[in-house]
């Protein structure tokens, strides 16, 4: 903003201040481009030139300027949809907000998810009362990746184990490397007879218990009745073409991972829930995180009328070149077709090149692209290079991003762009980090 001195124009000016709305055409001509109105909004400390959801929670300030930012990522009428993208090196910050946010949604009654391969989200699970399940060979909490459930299919839909078989598809490439199309449909075929030992059959009937009556009070077999790994392994075992493939089952039914070869003893019920993978160890994370997301897919699916959220941490295990792209597609399933579920996906992730590596590219960058919101703390220089093929990104957010400080990210929140710089009270801080606050002081 720049001012000027009324030099043999001061009467004028007087008049060009006065409620009489008369603006003297020399006034008009000299000061007309003295200070343009996105200038003039800046100037309010409580008013962004950029982002202020009426009904958004609170983000940070705009270093620019230093207005509040406030996002409402559920807001249909202003975003495509409510996913968001965080990517940053260790210790930019990217982990602190994330719990922030769950923090924040949490006191909103907002259905939450998270996967957990570090052991990051343990404290703000017990101290928001969440639940968490561990799962490893220390556990004594289990999921059966084989448990149909009655929301894995929308009311007024049929096909439960047609829908179930398409994931398990996914799951088996992980264990068995990628299969081609003969192999899936073997495998296919031995996942029917596996389940046609406990009675279900593609007749969506075969779900209900055979005591209860077909009426709107029939009852959904539970995870007691499903069948568990070792039923498959057994059936894979009987026929010469795949032995192979029982071979490479033995450690899920009777070796480290034979905790994968129970039935389900848990109950999914609460607002949070931490699912804590990271027992598993280096190798093994991507079976945790597939069979728990397929899981929460199902919560998600359970009612379109709630608001729910699904946080994929260190995601490039399940889209990256360590994954194939059955388990990529189903994630990126999830990012697509979220939104009609009330729902939202994040993706968490340091590793720029992995999520970026698996056929080229696409599945990263179509997660990324189906992201409303995209979250840049600070990268190194390579993985900006990266990025900058991906995402519109200008020579100057470049350089940006590269110099941000630990809490500080560059935002793109719809079709603007902002640098903000993540705010929270020493009540969330002490929430979200624990002791250490203490230790500061």
Not at 83 to 107: P, Q, V, W
Not at 110 to 136: A, V
Not at 330 to 338: E, G, P, Q, R
């Amino acid at each position: 903003m720049q001012s000027k001195r009324a030099n043999f124009r001061q009467e004028e000016a007087f008049i060009g201040c006065l409620p009489i709305m008369e603006n003297p055409i020399i006034i008009k001509e000299v000061a007309k481009r003295n200070i343009l109105t996105s200038g003039l909004i800046a100037t309010y400390p409580f008013i962004s030139s950029t982002i202020f959801d009426e009904e958004g929670i609170f983000i940070g300030t705009n270093i620019y300027n230093n207005s509040l930012v406030f996002i409402d990522r559920y807001d249909t009428d202003q975003y495509k949809n409510a996913n968001i993208c965080i990517f940053g090196t260790s210790g930019a910050g990217k982990s602190f907000y994330t719990k922030l946010l769950i923090l924040r949604y949490k006191l909103l009654g907002i259905k939450q998810y998270i996967i957990d391969p570090e052991r990051e989200y343990s404290n703000l699970c017990k101290e928001l009362r969440g639940t968490h399940i561990k799962i490893g060979p220390n556990s004594h909490t289990y999921l059966n990746i084989f448990d149909i459930r009655k929301e894995s299919i929308e009311e007024g839909e049929s096909g439960y184990l047609a829908t179930k078989i398409g994931k398990l598809i996914g799951f088996f490439n992980l264990i068995f490397g990628q299969l081609n199309e003969e192999e899936k449909a073997i495998i296919e075929e031995k996942l029917i007879q596996t389940y046609q030992t406990k009675q279900i059959t593609f007749n969506d009937d075969s779900l209900y218990k055979a005591n209860s009556e077909k009426i709107l009070g029939k009852e959904f077999k539970t995870s007691k009745d499903m069948p568990i790994l070792e039923d498959l392994y057994h059936i894979l075992g009987k026929d010469e073409k795949t032995k192979k493939f029982k071979t490479k089952l033995i450690p899920f039914v009777k070796g480290s991972m034979k905790f994968f070869n129970n039935q389900t003893n848990i109950e999914l019920d609460n607002e949070l829930i931490i699912a804590d993978v990271y027992d598993l160890g280096e190798e093994n994370l991507k079976y945790g995180m597939y069979m728990f997301i397929e899981n929460f897919w199902d919560k998600v699916k359970e009612n379109r009328k709630e608001k729910k959220a699904i946080y994929l941490d260190e995601i490039w295990r399940l889209i990256g070149v360590t994954s194939n792209k059955e388990v990529a597609s189903f994630i990126y399933k999830i990012f697509k077709t979220i939104r009609k579920y009330g729902g939202s996906s994040i993706a968490i992730t340091q590793d720029i090149s992995d999520i970026f590596s698996l056929e080229n590219g696409i599945y990263g960058k179509s997660i990324l692209n189906n992201s409303s919101i995209k979250t840049f703390f600070a990268l190194e220089e390579e993985n900006i290079k990266i990025l900058s093929e991906f995402a519109n990104l200008s020579e100057k957010e470049k350089v940006e991003i590269k110099s941000l400080k630990r809490g500080e990210c560059l935002m793109f929140v719809g079709e603007n762009h902002i640098l903000t710089k993540i705010e929270c009270s020493d009540l969330e801080q002490e929430i979200l980090e624990g002791n250490k606050l203490e230790k500061k002081k």
